[in-house]
């Protein structure tokens, strides 16, 4: 499944226009053109002095009013244009910035200075292409234009193209060394070529440079985040939050850090103060979202309600340009073009789930079209990339540029693969672009958008009429929805080890924002009932949360040295830990996806407890392909006592160990043409469903 510990959680330079205009604290545009051209009357160079002054003031709204007056007076005035335009862009109202910051660069073609602002607009704006040649263009009448430089590399790391932004960063610092803005830059970019000394290092030079940089700490505490040094990420989004009240993306950091935490009602009270300063962030709405989910406090029909509630709130203003194009084909037994959009085509647990149906899929029944939505790519995108019929990189466009492209492109039936996690594009789907949508694999839960017409399950995770008043969409039982591809290079199962140490060892590797109180209460039941076993936990790289969830344990009656903490490792680390493993405990109300694939692969049961939501049966529906079932606990009473039993008969269990591999190799799991078949025979049902003019419905492949 999908994971939202820090989704889009750094930020460049752009979080405001205020941040990055170039205009400097007096009467004067930085540009060396003079605020009014000499052949205008003195009443409007009066009037440009004045409207400088409510800049200088923060009288935005003012200032704003004043300069639509004085155009109306004098449309050919362009510094006029241009001091509308700033008024805007100080609003951050980019798409009202973005005519008289036009008007003025075509008015005042030589003046710099309006490029880069009008390239900031763009950038703003989603459109990245444009942007990029505006500063061009203003780089080109002025090179020494340090702001200019940095905008620039803002503008190309956000289209991932590393080598350009350092080189622009590099200008920009060369110009003028104690610019913190660019060592800012550098960070973000040595952070995505995985060089976090280095980035760290770079954020701290910003702030030695001008501590009171908020954005600077925001991103610190997102490089610390990204660590696992929750307490200190924490920190860093509090400092930017003392800096500057209204940044709107460290409330949403907070949130991300209380909630990967465990903590979260805070964690949702971050989120809903980020949207009352912004309620269109489609995205803090998305993360409020993805916490519900895992909170073991709410209702199901509560989290049903709030996903609801998502698609009401951004389908609705989409009514009047949403849906396809109305010349699309209605041949029912035509070659679908079946596009696939995912933020997380690269390394990522979603890839080991759709490689292998790709690999597959009948291109006689279905092209693949994909639209990646992350600016960075590695070895798995570029295999990925091999399978796919048509690749396309959206993360630089629009959701409305998006929608237009897929209608372009004649989609027939898109899939969405993330849910309300990282870099997801619901709001293209909210446009309707295609006729038929669906949600499938990147997030257990409905999207809550009626514009998406079906969600694939199968059988054992939402049997007929479990789940279906949970969902916006109509269920599709696919024979098998999951497929799985275990990692290139994966340790052989060694021997049961409780048969030579004496004691079993449970382990979790779940995330530690699965680890809620009831979790650890029930838990702590299992170890008084197994009083020798130990329990190891993965993926706790911070010490102060160690220390938490000792406590945590010791208020349920588990002392300390029952646990052992282990940081979050690489891949070949992270599985060669299981052979100290025994059992692995499953976490809820959100249970395992990937942590479930990998322990089974590598011999290590996994004990799960279902319960009434998606995420909650996911885990017991990949225990259920493999021939497991009898590892499904319905009750906590029922979870404890398989755990006694299967701790008491390590015989029994070593020889589970040793041929779960080869059990998984013969599981529905491990077929892909199983899913894929599936797939194909559920895309053609839908699609004729559609061409008769008939409305979705769930039914069973």
Request: with cysteine; hydrophobic share 40%.
């Amino acid at each position: 499944m999908s994971r939202k510990p820090s989704r889009k959680s750094r930020v460049g330079q752009s979080g405001s226009g205020k941040e990055n205009l170039s205009l400097p604290p007096s009467d004067k545009p930085s540009t060396g053109v003079p605020p009014v051209i000499a052949d205008h009357p003195d009443q409007q160079a009066g009037e440009i002095d004045a409207l400088w002054h409510l800049f200088h003031a923060g009288r935005y709204a003012e200032m704003g009013e004043q300069a639509q007056r004085l155009t109306e007076q004098a449309p050919q005035y362009g510094d006029a244009w241009r001091l509308l335009g700033i008024a805007w862009l100080m609003r951050q109202n980019y798409a009202e910035a973005l005519a008289p910051l036009r008007c003025a660069s075509a008015l005042l073609p030589d003046n710099a200075e309006i490029w880069d602002h009008l390239g900031l607009v763009c950038h703003h704006l989603g459109e990245l292409a444009v942007a990029a040649a505006c500063y061009e263009r203003c780089l080109t009448l002025d090179s020494r234009r340090v702001p200019a430089w940095n905008n620039a590399a803002d503008n190309a790391w956000r289209r991932g193209l590393l080598d350009q932004s350092e080189f622009c960063a590099r200008q920009a610092l060369a110009l003028q060394p104690d610019y913190p803005r660019a060592w800012l830059m550098l960070g973000n970019i040595f952070r995505d070529r995985g060089r976090l000394g280095e980035a760290e290092t770079a954020y701290r030079q910003a702030l030695q440079l001008n501590p009171q940089m908020a954005r600077v700490h925001y991103n610190l505490g997102s490089l610390f985040q990204e660590q696992g040094r929750y307490y200190e990420a924490l920190a860093g989004y509090r400092q930017a939050l003392d800096l500057q009240p209204d940044l709107v993306e460290a409330y949403c950091a907070c949130g991300t850090v209380l909630k990967d935490i465990g903590r979260f009602a805070e964690a949702m009270d971050h989120y809903r103060m980020a949207l009352t300063l912004n309620p269109q962030l489609a995205e803090t709405h998305s993360h409020l979202l993805f916490t519900l989910s895992h909170d073991e406090n709410a209702r199901p029909e509560e989290v049903f309600a709030a996903h609801a509630a998502f698609g009401q709130r951004f389908e609705a203003p989409l009514q009047s340009v949403r849906g396809p194009s109305p010349n699309h084909s209605r041949d029912p037994d035509k070659r679908l073009n079946v596009g696939f959009v995912s933020g997380d085509l690269r390394c990522h647990a979603v890839t080991s789930f759709i490689e292998p149906v790709w690999h597959v899929l009948d291109r006689r029944q279905a092209w693949i079209i994909a639209y990646s939505n992350h600016h960075l790519e590695d070895d798995q995108t570029v295999r990925l990339k091999s399978l796919a019929d048509a690749w396309t990189p959206v993360f630089d466009l629009s959701d409305a540029a998006l929608a237009e492209r897929i209608r372009a492109d004649q989609i027939d039936i898109l899939i969405d693969l993330s849910g309300h996690t990282s870099r997801d594009r619901l709001l293209t789907f909210a446009h309707k672009p295609a006729p038929v949508q669906a949600s499938w694999l990147g997030y257990p839960n409905t999207t809550g958008l009626t514009m998406i017409d079906y969600y694939l399950t199968d059988r054992f995770w939402a049997p007929p009429g479990v789940l279906d008043h949970l969902f916006t969409e109509r269920l599709v039982q696919l024979p098998c929805v999951f497929t799985f591809q275990p990692a290139d290079e994966v340790p052989p199962i060694n021997p049961l080890p409780a048969l030579s140490q004496g004691y079993v060892i449970f382990a979790s590797f779940h995330r530690p924002c699965k680890l809620g109180e009831g979790v650890i209460a029930l838990w702590s039941r299992v170890l008084q009932a197994v009083p020798n076993a130990v329990l190891l936990i993965g993926a706790m790289n911070d010490p102060v949360l160690r220390e938490h969830l000792a406590a945590m344990f010791q208020r349920h009656g588990v002392r300390a040295e029952r646990l052992v903490f282990y940081p979050q490792l690489a891949l070949a680390d992270y599985l060669a830990l299981h052979h100290q493993v025994d059992i692995v405990l499953d976490a809820f109300p959100f249970s395992s996806g990937a942590v479930a694939y990998h322990a089974l692969w590598m011999g290590v049961p996994v004990l799960t407890l279902t319960g009434p939501t998606p995420p909650h049966r996911h885990c017991a529906a990949i225990l259920q392909h493999v021939g497991l079932g009898d590892w499904v606990a319905a009750s906590e009473e029922a979870y404890v006592d398989l755990a006694r039993q299967w701790a008491a008969d390590l015989p029994r269990l070593a020889r589970l160990r040793a041929g779960l591999r080869h059990q998984i190799e013969h599981s529905e799991l491990r077929r892909p043409e199983t899913v894929a078949r599936g797939l194909e025979q559920a895309l053609r049902q839908m699609w004729r469903h559609w061409c008769a003019g008939l409305p979705p419905e769930s039914f069973a492949v």
